[in-house]
């Protein structure tokens, strides 16, 4: 059981890749999910537009794209998340540009335990569920 952090056409964020693990690990326990294996690919406009246009057929760019592919109670995914977009919302939602890169990457754990932000009411409850796992964080990160 893995969680993995890839990089394609952008650098690395630089993020404590141990710290974040464990935090996965304690939000998806939170939700009665095991982790299993989960892919990060970090990646720029291009690449998140290429990938929404090949396999969901949406011609926009943005910041996450979650392939879920958790059996049962493990969850498993890819997640691609583009740092131009993640850039972009930490100066239009006025947080730093680390919030929103740890925000954006509990969004995809959260679609993989389950929640969804697309229909009414769904929004608010994502965001209260991110607001939730950010506030367990470790700080050092």
């Given amino acids: 059981m893995a969680i993995a952090f890839y990089a394609e056409d952008v650098d690395l964020p630089p993020i404590n890749q141990e710290n974040i693990r464990n935090w996965i690990h304690q939000v998806a326990r939170g939700y009665g999910k095991k982790t299993g294996e989960i892919s990060y690919i970090f990646c720029s406009d291009a690449k998140i537009?290429?990938?929404?246009?090949?396999?969901?057929?949406?011609?926009?760019?943005?910041?996450?794209?979650?392939?879920?592919?958790?059996?049962?109670?493990?969850?498993?995914?890819?997640?691609?998340?583009?740092?131009?977009?993640?850039?972009?919302?930490?100066?239009?939602?006025?947080?730093?540009?680390?919030?929103?890169?740890?925000?954006?990457?509990?969004?995809?754990?959260?679609?993989?335990?389950?929640i969804n932000d697309k229909g009414p009411g769904e929004r608010e409850i994502m965001e209260a569920c991110e607001n939730k796992a950010l506030a367990i964080l470790p700080h050092i990160d």
Avoid: P
């Avoid at 930490?90 to 890169?101: C, D, G, M, Q, R």
């Fill in 49 to 114: 537009l290429d990938v929404n246009r090949q396999y969901l057929q949406h011609d926009y760019y943005t910041d996450i794209i979650t392939f879920d592919y958790t059996a049962g109670t493990k969850i498993s995914g890819d997640i691609f998340i583009s740092l131009d977009t993640v850039r972009s919302n930490s100066e239009a939602f006025h947080t730093t540009y680390k919030e929103e890169l740890h925000r954006t990457i509990i969004h995809g754990i959260l679609h993989l335990c389950g």
